[in-house]
């Protein structure tokens, strides 16, 4: 399938609309570039200095032209009818050269794998074994349905609310989430949903979203810091990723703490900042008028921000950000990984739940595309890297013995899909057809 950059042309309307052609010219710095009218055999190609001109008849409807030359990735400028009431325009640019550092070779994809309804737009999709989950929005509903590994209908449910993903916990329960309230599901018989419980949305995203999995008789979750808020100072504000397990048979659940990923440069400026705050307060306060210390004082910087000597010190200090890291949490059968996707680093736990090994993460291909997330196959128990060239997603098979992404396979059909998930050693890939106002899942086989 052809990879396509886009261009897109906007002027504003002349008075007059003309009835002679349009001239479209320029120069692309390369001989021998092809520009065509779009699914049509019309066009020219530069000469030995990259120059070119087309005329250009059809003025009410948008055109589309393609840019194309061995060795260099095709390019669409697309002209609205706005753009074409003139008598010449000129479209100039430099070609991309191709990089072919993402093999596609062995890949068998079956197209359209399903579609939907016209006027329907695919949500999210998730896996019950080799049955497919589809959340298909509708007007103001939701439609829940359950397909077989071709892609047959086997069962439907239809809700009064409109949800936006199927989250799957780690004792795979299924979880419907609206933009206030959960919904947990399970099945019958006939493959239709049947709810069994309904839960705020705050509640998932404090509790269900932060377990990651079981492991070795416990529960393994995280605690992210996600937001800082404006007026408020926490100790661990710059800490952005804590890894916590409880043992099953505690019975009174304790904490035990696995590992932590902290923006240091963040905490050692907060830090800087927050000593300055302290150090400014004394002396522009009576003494004992307040106490700042940590443990003591309740962390709201708003009241010293209505001391105009302040406030300059407290609005650095507030602006300060720790980066969120992004590290991905991953379980083999007698150890887990932790994945620093910030500086590729791999933090390796034994059944003990006591540091293995450190490792670096490396990529056999190139790894400027990676993507920074990577799915496991739940029905093949692979792990997969996953890339983004062009807006094609691609996946690298992970191997955890040697913490490297493996070379890349074409996992995507379409560009920037709107899910990517993979199951039974499928990448399934959802886009909306915005022309037949339908939603489409392809599926292409992972070698």
């Given at each position: ?5 886009f261009?897109?042309l906007f002027?504003?309307?002349f008075a ?7 001239k ?13 009218v779009l699914?049509?055999?019309?066009g ?6 990259g ?20 060795g260099?990735?095709?390019?669409v400028?697309s002209?609205i009818?706005?753009?074409l ?6 479209v ?18 079956n ?5 939907t309804?016209?006027g329907r737009r695919i949500?999210d999709?998730?896996?019950?074994g080799e ?8 007007k103001?509903h ?5 397909l077989?590994k071709e ?5 439907e ?5 409109i949800?936006?993903?199927i989250?799957?916990d780690?004792f795979?329960d ?5 933009e206030?309230?959960?919904l947990q599901?399970a099945?019958d ?12 949305r ?11 999995f ?8 995280r605690?992210?810091t996600r937001?800082k ?7 661990d504000h ?14 009174n ?6 590992g932590?990923?902290?923006?240091v ?10 000593n300055?705050?302290i ?7 009576e003494?004992?008028?307040?106490i ?7 962390g ?10 302040l406030?300059?010190?407290v ?6 950000q ?13 150890f887990?990984?932790f994945l ?15 540091l293995?090994a450190?490792?670096e993460?490396k ?7 990676f993507?920074?997330?990577?799915i496991t196959?739940?029905?093949?128990n692979?792990?997969?890297?996953v890339?983004?060239k062009?807006?094609?997603y691609?996946?690298g ?5 040697e ?12 560009i ?9 050693g ?10 037949r ?6 599926r292409?086989?992972?070698?």
């Amino acid at each position: 399938m052809k990879r396509f950059c886009f261009l897109f042309l906007f002027f504003l309307p002349f008075a007059a609309i003309a009835q002679t052609p349009m001239k479209i010219y320029g120069n692309l710095g390369l001989e021998n570039v092809n520009i065509s009218v779009l699914n049509t055999q019309y066009g020219t190609s530069t000469d030995a200095r990259g120059n070119y001109s087309l005329l250009l008849f059809a003025k009410d409807k948008p055109i589309n032209l393609l840019y194309s030359s061995i060795g260099y990735c095709d390019t669409v400028v697309s002209l609205i009818p706005k753009a074409l009431q003139q008598d010449s325009l000129r479209v100039s640019f430099r070609m991309r050269e191709k990089e072919y550092d993402l093999p596609e070779a062995g890949v068998v994809a079956n197209r359209d794998f399903y579609r939907t309804e016209r006027g329907r737009r695919i949500a999210d999709i998730s896996f019950d074994g080799e049955k497919i989950l589809v959340l298909e929005h509708e007007k103001r509903h939701s439609l829940l349905r359950v397909l077989d590994k071709e892609g047959e209908i086997l069962g439907e449910t239809r809700f009064d609310t409109i949800f936006e993903e199927i989250h799957t916990d780690c004792f795979g329960d299924f979880i419907l989430i609206a933009e206030n309230t959960c919904l947990q599901i399970a099945f019958d018989g006939e493959n239709k949903a049947f709810a069994v419980s309904v839960f705020p949305r705050k509640t998932y995203r404090e509790k269900l979203q932060n377990l990651l999995f079981e492991f070795n008789g416990a529960y393994v979750f995280r605690n992210t810091t996600r937001e800082k808020y404006d007026y408020y100072v926490y100790p661990d504000h710059s800490q952005s990723q804590t890894f916590f397990y409880v043992l099953k048979n505690d019975s009174n659940h304790e904490k035990k703490l696995l590992g932590k990923f902290v923006d240091v440069e963040a905490l050692l400026l907060c830090q800087s900042y927050y000593n300055e705050i302290i150090a400014a307060y004394y002396e522009a306060v009576e003494p004992m008028a307040n106490i700042i210390e940590i443990g003591m004082w309740d962390g709201d910087l708003k009241k010293l921000m209505e001391n105009p000597k302040l406030d300059r010190l407290v609005g650095w200090y507030c602006n300060v950000q720790a980066t969120e890291y992004h590290t991905a949490a991953l379980k083999f059968a007698n150890f887990m990984q932790f994945l620093d996707l910030e500086k590729y680093r791999v933090v390796e736990f034994g059944e003990d739940f006591n540091l293995k090994a450190k490792h670096e993460l490396k990529f056999l291909s190139n790894g400027k595309h990676f993507n920074g997330q990577f799915i496991t196959d739940e029905l093949t128990n692979k792990t997969y890297g996953v890339f983004v060239k062009d807006g094609i997603y691609y996946v690298g098979l992970y191997n955890p013995s040697e913490c490297t992404v493996g070379f890349t396979t074409k996992a995507s059909n379409h560009i920037y899909p709107d899910v990517f998930k993979m199951n039974g050693g499928y990448a399934y890939s959802v886009h909306f057809d915005k022309e037949r106002q339908i939603g489409i899942i392809n599926r292409i086989k992972l070698n």
